[in-house]
């Protein structure tokens, strides 16, 4: 398992928003809903903000393909 925690300092000024959250992978890189113990049914998306910039990061279902 491999966690980020953006409370360190390195990190203090980011903030990352996300209607799933936390998100999980499973071993194929298929994403989860924390606690739903079922993959995704639709895409999501997580917008991270860091000294006014936005950047929107998709993240598909079942498969796990994420763009930006």
Avoid: H, W
């Amino acid at each position: 398992d491999k966690t980020i925690e953006l409370d360190d300092t390195e990190f203090e000024e980011v903030t990352v928003s996300s209607s799933v959250n936390p998100l999980e992978f499973d071993s194929l890189g298929r994403p989860y809903a924390t606690g739903t113990c079922t993959p995704l049914a639709a895409s999501t998306s997580i917008t991270v903000s860091y000294s006014g910039n936005n950047k929107t990061i998709t993240v598909q279902a079942q498969t796990g393909m994420v763009s930006y």
